[in-house]
């Protein structure tokens, strides 16, 4: 089982840049692939970006391709969202999820284990 706890959000300006962090509980953090997923106020929740377990291989949405960069540490346990250039639709609260399969696609139903979440608010 993986416990996660994100932190890092906050407000910025349009333009801005900030870190999420999402810290790992456990023994076996380095097994999972991991994702980053996002909701806005009456939104479904969006996929944003996942990583598997190396670190080898990511995937991006257009929506945040060239902007936004997804990476891990697994001696730490930590799982990094950076984000660059943000945008006001960039908005929402962010959680970290962790899957045991291999390739679990952009469907929150593929990750097993998720954190609080943080919110991300974006002024234009």
């Known amino acids: 089982q993986v416990q996660l706890v994100e932190s890092g959000g906050g407000l910025v300006q349009a333009g801005g840049s900030l870190r999420l962090s999402c810290a790992a509980s456990g023994r076996t953090f380095s097994r999972y692939t991991m994702g980053w997923f996002r909701q806005a106020p009456g939104k479904e929740r969006e996929f944003v970006v996942s990583?598997?377990?190396?670190?080898?291989?990511?995937y991006y949405p257009d929506s945040v391709k060239g902007r936004f960069t997804i990476s891990r540490d697994n001696t730490k346990n930590m799982l990094y969202l950076q984000m660059n250039s943000l945008k006001p639709e960039d908005a929402a609260v962010y959680y970290c999820?962790?899957?045991?399969?291999?390739?679990?696609?952009?469907?929150?139903?593929?990750?097993?284990?998720w954190g609080q979440g943080t919110q991300v608010t974006v002024s234009s």
């Open positions: 999820a962790a899957s045991p399969r291999e390739f679990p696609g952009i469907r929150s139903g593929a990750y097993d284990y």
């Open positions: 990583i598997n377990w190396i670190g080898s291989s990511t």
